[in-house]
């Protein structure tokens, strides 16, 4: 593909087709929404809320969920809020198509009870840094200063990809890295990985239809917490230092997830 980047590697898409399976684009046309689903109910935006909550420590069980969602079960509030806040903006990017003015709506619609509401759908202006449950920094993202900038640029390279045709790897590929170069510019106070998960998503729906949405990514992710996490934490400690050189392994867990 030939395109100068302003934010965005490529140096790793010849790797990564010459890694993927050619039954990936076979694989992909055989997603089907679940026959749970109704007009107003969607089993897999289900999964997908749950499951990128859980990655983030919500304390909630699919079949709570479901029940809640599809059956009206009642739950206490504090259990399904944040999930449903997150099915909201799933919702939302089903039919909307995908630039910064709608990122920035999703972004208000799930983080409604996460953040006050001063912060939701704008960058952050503070210093962001990663830590585990022990309390030890595994990532500093981007310098305040520099998000907008490097934001603007994400968008327009996601601009370009949007309007370009290409094959299932490819746009798997793709996808993968707008999930990749969000989440390590971090550019919320919070809501990032959910953010993050929701665009890799709403890209390739973009790319290769509403088969998109069916795909367990999400859930795959959780199963896979420990390798999620290290594949990211691969690239380096600091923003500015990223190797970009060593994404390949959590760029194919996106492809690993059908």
């Known amino acids: 593909m030939n395109f100068n980047f302003q934010i965005f590697p490529n140096e790793l898409l010849s790797k990564y087709l010459d890694l993927v399976g050619d039954g990936l684009g076979e694989a992909f046309n055989k997603l089907e929404e679940a026959e749970i689903s109704t007009v107003t109910f969607s089993f897999y935006t289900s999964v997908a809320s749950v499951y990128s909550s859980k990655i983030e420590g919500e304390p909630i069980e699919l079949d709570s969920y479901i029940k809640h969602k599809r059956f009206a079960v009642p739950y206490q509030p504090d259990y399904t809020k944040k999930i449903d806040d997150l099915y909201n903006a799933y919702s939302f990017a089903k039919s909307n198509p995908l630039n910064q003015e709608n ?13 006050n509401e001063s912060q939701l759908g704008k960058y952050r202006t503070q210093h962001m840094y990663v830590t585990n449950s022990d309390g030890k920094i595994e990532y500093v993202a981007a310098s305040p200063h520099l998000v907008q900038g490097e934001m603007d640029k994400f968008f327009a390279d996601i601009d370009f ?12 590929f793709y996808a993968a890295m707008v999930h990749l170069v969000f ?35 999400e859930k795959y992710y959780y199963s896979q917490h420990q390798t999620y996490y290290a594949n990211l934490q691969a690239l380096g400690l600091e923003y500015e230092g ?15 997830a059908l």
Do not use: C
């Open 103 to 115: 990122v920035f709506a999703a972004h208000r619609l799930l983080a409604k009870h996460l953040l």
């Open 161 to 172: 990809l949007l309007a370009k045709s290409m094959q299932v790897p490819e746009a798997f």
């Open 183 to 217: 989440v390590k510019i971090h550019p919320f106070t919070d809501g990032n990985g959910r953010t993050g998960r929701l665009l890799e998503k709403w890209f390739l729906a973009e790319k290769l239809g509403e088969k998109a949405w069916f795909l367990q990514s």
């Open 242 to 256: 990223l190797d970009y050189g060593k994404a390949l392994p959590f760029l194919r867990m996106l492809e690993k």
